[in-house]
């Protein structure tokens, strides 16, 4: 598989190619797949990155597929890209080199659950909505959410997070061990079920948002909650943005076990009650969840609402009701759908910085402040609790002069998280949108190591080659 000049690779030879989706053919018969529209449904589909689609898609049932797939496309020389549900921000299933995508939603078992320890054995395919689906009458639940309804091996391998990550972690704490298929198609064991472990490398979390570049998960175990005994959710509008970041600030530097915090400004507010069919006040909102006894519930909501008071916070409406709890967060979780919704046909790109905790007012003011001053449309939403928040901007893909305000806009806020010691991306990953801003934020001897470890584990450069760094 040649590859050249960085930040592009090169197809296989079309012979290769040819000899490879013939050996697949035969291996899985009607689950390959080469049509275009089921090609281009397993390209980048969700933001304005430019699709590009694999040759061929193979339909995975177990872990001897991934094995034979992976096997027949290095001795082609083939780039073989894992697929979970496509719902990945920055251009992580595309194919800049074409090659095999495997589809992995039909390993959607969970193998095994073991209550007593707090943790579970599931396939890749697992998606966190049906997980959640299997684990509720056992009273445990898995808390990372992504706004999407992704799937456990792609959550993995973007390290992704979402509401509950201010109380939960992200997934880089809650995966305890994985089943990688590498190279030669032989698995590798990265851990085991204890809840800690110093033995060796630690290969867990060099996986753990590896994007699919240098293997392929097949088995993931993973850490689970007890249902908390009490959930309240509340929302609570402020005068200013800095307002509801500083009472953000206040309530992590005090402690308060926050399960969620949410920022959405007025204008992101404005498009979910439109989007979603709501009644929020459209003033800065900080959409909050307590988890916990009712005692300790009604303790925290009592230490938050001071602290928002100080910061120019109104009283705040909350609820244990599951139902509006639920319709409280399904709002939340369609954010970006919402801002889609406002310019039909026009792109939409979530932007991703995070920031430690005490910048996040400055952070996003001055990001409010420049979108003015570029006259451009991005209503801002944000798992503020980790000082993490998204701009949805809103371009006409067409329109040369609105897409270079919008580069600029994101060059400039890219900067701006980096300069406060923060960085590009808090929980989408780097993909292909990301890479440019790699180098400035862990500078070149961090690109030489990743490098290293890239060509190490994937010597012919097969696994989702051009993503994150592309090999030189
Ligand atoms: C509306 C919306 C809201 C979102 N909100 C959030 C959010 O709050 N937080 C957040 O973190 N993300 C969010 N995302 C982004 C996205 O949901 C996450 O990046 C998610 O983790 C992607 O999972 P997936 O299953 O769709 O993976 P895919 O997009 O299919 O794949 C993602 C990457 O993982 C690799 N991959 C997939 N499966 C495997 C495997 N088994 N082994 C190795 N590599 C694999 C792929 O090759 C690719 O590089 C949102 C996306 C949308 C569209």
């Keep these: 598989m040649a590859t050249t000049i960085s930040g592009s690779v090169r197809r296989p030879e079309p012979q290769a190619l040819a000899s490879a989706v013939e050996a697949l053919a035969a291996r899985f018969g009607n689950r390959l797949i080469t049509s275009q529209a089921v090609r281009e449904q397993h390209a980048h589909t969700t933001t304005w990155l430019p699709t590009q689609p694999p040759d061929a898609v193979v339909m995975a049932q177990e872990t001897a597929d991934i094995q034979d797939v992976v096997r027949i496309c290095a001795r082609h020389g083939v780039p073989v890209i894992a697929f979970g549900t496509g719902t990945s921000l920055e251009g992580q299933v595309n194919a800049p080199a074409g090659g095999v995508c495997i589809d992995l939603r039909d390993m959607n078992q969970v193998l095994e659950v073991h209550a ?8 890749p395919g697992v998606t966190r909505k049906a997980l959640n689906e299997h684990l509720r009458d056992q009273g445990l639940f898995f808390p990372i959410d992504p706004g999407a309804d992704a799937s456990l091996g792609g959550m993995t391998s973007t390290r ?12 880089r704490e ?45 088995e993931l175990t993973i850490k689970l909650r007890g249902i908390p005994e009490t959930i309240a959710a509340a929302a609570c509008s402020f005068e200013t943005v800095r307002g509801a970041c500083q009472a953000t600030i206040l309530a992590i530097q005090t402690g308060i076990p926050l399960a969620r915090i949410e920022l959405l400004n007025a204008e992101q507010v404005r498009a979910c009650n439109a989007y979603s069919k709501l009644t929020l006040p459209e ?7 307590f988890h916990g006894s009712e005692i300790e519930v009604a303790e925290q909501s009592k ?43 026009a792109g939409v790109v979530a932007t991703d ?15 409010e402040d420049d979108l003015k001053q570029l006259n451009l449309l991005s209503p801002i939403v944000g798992h503020v609790g980790d000082g993490n928040f998204h701009c949805s ?27 406060m010691g923060g960085t590009c991306t808090g929980e989408h990953g ?11 934020e862990l500078g070149v001897e961090a690109i030489d190591a990743m490098r290293a470890l890239k060509q190490a584990l994937d010597p012919q450069n097969i696994f989702n080659p051009g993503k994150i760094v592309p090999v030189g």
């Design 393 to 419: 901007l809103v371009c006409d893909v067409d329109n040369k002069e609105e897409m270079a305000r919008g580069e600029e806009f994101m060059h400039r806020l890219v900067e701006r998280a980096q300069a």
């Design 116 to 123: 007593e320890d707090l943790d579970c054995v599931i396939q």
């Design 353 to 367: 910085v995070c920031v430690p905790i005490s910048r996040l007012a400055d952070c996003v003011t001055e990001t």
């Design 430 to 440: 780097i993909g292909q949108g990301k890479q440019k801003y790699l180098e400035a």
């Design 160 to 171: 992704a997070s979402g509401t509950n990550a201010v109380r939960y972690g992200t997934m």
């Design 174 to 218: 809650n995966v305890l061990a994985l089943k990688v298929v590498r190279g030669d198609g032989e698995i590798i064991t990265t851990g085991t079920r204890a809840k800690k472990s110093a033995a060796g490398y630690d290969l867990t979390h060099l996986f753990v948002g590896a994007e699919g570049t240098l293997g392929i998960i097949s």
């Design 303 to 345: 230490n938050f609402g001071e602290i928002a008071r100080e910061c120019g916070g109104g009283d705040f409406t909350w609820t244990t009701k599951p139902e509006d709890r639920t319709k409280l967060w399904q709002a939340r979780h369609d954010a970006y759908w919402s801002v889609k919704a406002l310019r039909p046909g």
């Design 283 to 289: 003033t800065p909102l900080l959409l909050l969840e």
